[in-house]
C-alpha cells in the first residue's frame, strides 16, 4: 500500500521518528491509525450514551440535576470524612 501525504504531514511523521519514539515510518502510521481508532471508539461510545439519554427523556425517566450534585457531593463528604478518620487511626496506631 503506498500512502501519499502533503509535506506538512511528511514532515511530521519524520519528525516522530527523529525523536527516537519511533523505528520507522510505518510505526508512525501504526500508532496513528490505533489512535483514530480509539478516537472513533470514544466518538461511538459518545453518541451511544447520547441516545440512550434522549430515551430516557422520551420515556420521562428524569433527574433533576441540582438533587444529582447535591447527592454526589455529600457522597464524596463522607468518603472524605471516613478516609480522615481511617488516616486518624493508623497515626494513632503508629504511635
Known amino acids: 500500500m503506498n500512502v501519499h501525504l502533503t509535506p506538512e504531514l511528511e514532515q511530521m511523521v519524520h519528525s516522530k521518528v527523529k525523536t527516537g519514539r519511533y523505528n520507522s515510518a510505518s510505526e508512525v502510521v501504526r500508532e496513528a491509525l490505533r489512535l483514530l481508532e480509539e478516537h472513533d471508539q470514544v466518538k461511538a461510545d459518545i453518541r451511544r ?8 427523556l ?10 444529582f450534585f ?26
Request: proline letters at 0%; aromatic letters at 2%.
Open 49 to 56: 450514551k447520547i441516545a440512550e439519554g434522549m430515551e430516557s
Open 58 to 67: 422520551k420515556a420521562g425517566r428524569l433527574v433533576d440535576g441540582e438533587a
Open 70 to 95: 447535591e447527592q454526589m457531593e455529600a457522597e464524596l463528604e463522607e468518603e472524605i470524612r471516613i478516609e480522615d478518620e481511617q488516616v486518624e487511626r493508623e497515626k494513632i496506631a503508629y504511635r
